[in-house]
């Protein structure tokens, strides 16, 4: 389910942006797999997903599927913060959740 990230960032047909994004994507499922990696190996011998023997293939695929569905869901919405990173773009106050303690909280 991983996209060819050469063949994103190569594709003549989108517009830079459209490639940050997409990419980005692609990024932030790759980083919710390794937390689900990690979760999963904090489960010692326990798993969610197969991990040994022909089976790992298949665990390997659901781990891939289940990351990029959960990158695809928004609610982690990491990749506008790496599309404003990689395109030099101030962050919209509106997409940053600011839990800052003020004086006027204090």
């Known amino acids: 389910m991983q996209a060819n990230l050469a063949g994103i960032a190569s594709d003549s047909t989108k517009t830079e942006s459209e490639k940050v994004a997409e990419l980005s994507k692609e990024f932030e499922a790759m980083l919710v797999k390794q937390v689900i990696k990690g979760m999963q190996q904090s489960l010692g011998g326990s798993s969610l997903f197969p991990s040994k023997g022909p089976s790992a293939i298949y665990g390997d695929m659901m781990m891939d599927s289940l990351a990029h569905t959960i990158s695809a869901s928004n609610q982690v919405d990491f990749a506008t913060m790496f599309q404003h ?10 997409a940053v959740d600011d839990t800052s303690v003020t004086e006027e909280d204090a």
Do not use: I
């Open 85 to 94: 990173q990689v395109s030099n773009q101030p962050v919209a106050p509106s």
